[in-house]
T-cell receptor, first 107, second 116 residues
Framework: DAKTTQPNSMESNEEEPVHLPCNHSTISGTDYIHWYRQLPSQGPEYVIHGLTSNVNNRMASLAIAEDRKSSTLILHRATLRDAAVYYCILRDYKLTFGKGTLLTVNP | GAVVSQHPSRVICKSGTSVKIECRSLDFQATTMFWYRQFPKQSLMLMATSNEGSKATYEQGVEKDKFLINHASLTLSTLTVTSAHPEDSSFYIC????????????FGPGTRLTVT
């Protein structure tokens, strides 16, 4: 799997938007960009995925750069339940998890 | 979304014994399931890919004779940790995909194994 780079940690306030960046400069044309999150002592949870176009679902939005070398996961209104480690992964067949970004949400 | 369950959620076993962890896809069929291990404050590490009706594919460095994987049906995969030792204590997580390629994987809640 191609490598991704994410900040180790980010902090946000409740009910504010959060933009979680991910760099993937070596992405290939067939790599899908997947985002998962993991709450403490739980299995990861699928958040969103995309290939070229921006994507929206009930959990988040995914903004993909035109050159696909970076992407941003957008949580429109952070809640305390969004505090988790967020993983950005380029998927071919299997998922390879990096260290992710630890998101802290302040009340 | 699709649901994946694991059983047990927690298990404590004595050194030298074996323990089996079950992973089930509850409302979909999974031709492929994945097994991960996660040590404290570390990320998930893929151990093996399990395909229904065939032998599992293990990642480099994972002992296939120690971590036995069986994928007997489209909804059940099992991981057996044989002759467990304290260093095998970890959080074991399985996942299953609705389809290959682009689709998302659904993860189980994990099994906390403690070997005393």
């Amino acid at each position: 799997d191609a490598k991704t780079t994410q900040p180790n940690s980010m902090e946000s306030n409740e009910e504010e938007p959060v933009h979680l960046p991910c760099n993937h400069s070596t992405i290939s044309g067939t790599d899908y960009i997947h985002w998962y999150r993991q709450l403490p002592s739980q299995g990861p949870e699928y958040v969103i995925h995309g290939l070229t176009s921006n994507v929206n679902n009930r959990m988040a939005s995914l903004a993909i750069a035109e050159d696909r070398k970076s992407s941003t996961l957008i949580l429109h209104r952070a809640t305390l339940r969004d505090a988790a480690v967020y993983y950005c992964i380029l998927r071919d067949y299997k998922l390879t998890f990096g260290k992710g970004t630890l998101l802290t949400v302040n009340p | 979304g699709a649901v994946v369950s694991q059983h047990p959620s927690r298990v404590i076993c004595k050194s030298g014994t074996s323990v089996k962890i079950e992973c089930r896809s509850l409302d979909f069929q999974a031709t492929t399931m994945f097994w991960y291990r996660q040590f404290p404050k570390q990320s998930l590490m893929l151990m093996a890919t399990s395909n229904e009706g065939s032998k599992a594919t293990y990642e480099q460095g994972v002992e296939k004779d120690k971590f036995l994987i069986n994928h007997a049906s489209l909804t059940l995969s099992t991981l057996t940790v044989t002759s467990a030792h304290p260093e095998d204590s970890s959080f074991y997580i399985c996942s299953a995909g609705l389809a290959g390629g682009t689709y998302e994987q659904y993860f189980g809640p994990g099994t906390r194994l403690t070997v005393t």
